[in-house]
């Protein structure tokens, strides 16, 4: 299978502990992003990267939120300093550069939860 | 301002029994517009993208459709393996940054 994928699938952490997730996307894909999804919501976009470079940050993510993507391959999620109110569903999606509009493929997720 | 807002909220239909799910929109510059299904504790599965108004796609059960406001999700005969949350996602101009409505959750009854 060369779907995007996501590890953890599932992350407990107790608040103020620091956590990272990691994205693999398709591998053909150079774009790369990150969503964050609460139940009943759509995606809420983080971050975007166009091969190593973070193009685009959301002005929603504070300080804490930090992102990779070192070698324009696979991508990390930083998380310090976690909250209760980051609990969520942490998404990951990949593009590739042809096309009209962007569509964008998505990993399983990895579900954190912040006790 | 940019906004995407699908309806119903929810829907439960019988097996066999057709329906629409709608996806409204108002942006500026529209470049795409994709229909994805979520399954619970699952990532969104891409299913279509629009480009243009009066365009459509068909994958077995469903069509989509796209006006210059509205797009439509169609279910043909449903069977309860469709029941899922259908997202609808919205990409305008230069932007990378897709603009998600809340979506329709529907539950198909055997």
């Known amino acids: 299978d060369t779907g995007v994928s996501q590890d953890p699938r599932h992350k407990i952490t107790k608040r103020g502990q620091n956590v990272t997730f990691r994205c693999d996307p398709i591998?053909?894909?150079?774009?790369l992003y990150w969503y964050r999804q609460t139940l009943g919501q759509g995606p809420e976009f983080l971050t975007y990267f166009q091969n190593e470079a973070q193009l685009e940050k959301s002005r929603l993510l504070s300080d804490r939120f930090s992102a990779e993507r070192p070698k324009g391959s696979f991508s990390t999620l930083e998380i310090q300093r976690t909250e209760q109110g980051d609990s969520a569903m942490y998404l990951c999606a990949s593009s590739p550069s042809s096309g009209l509009a962007d569509e964008q493929y998505f990993g399983p997720g990895t579900r954190l939860t912040v006790t | 301002e940019d906004q995407v807002t699908q309806s119903p909220e929810a829907l439960r239909l019988q097996e066999g029994e057709s329906s629409s799910l709608n996806c409204s929109y108002t942006?500026?510059?529209?470049?795409?517009l994709f229909w994805y299904r979520q399954d619970p504790g699952k990532g969104p599965e891409f299913l279509f993208t629009?480009?243009?108004?009066?365009e459509e796609k068909e994958k077995e059960r469903l069509k989509a459709t796209l006006t210059k406001k509205e797009s439509f999700l169609h279910i043909t005969a449903p069977k309860p393996e469709d029941s899922a949350t259908y997202l609808c996602?919205?990409?305008?101009?230069?932007?990378?940054?897709?603009?998600w409505g809340l979506g329709t959750s529907l539950a198909v009854n055997p």
């Open positions: 591998s053909e894909h150079n774009r």
């Open positions: 996602a919205v990409h305008r101009g230069n932007n990378r940054k897709l603009i």
């Open positions: 942006v500026s510059g529209l470049r795409g």
């Open positions: 629009l480009y243009s108004a009066g």
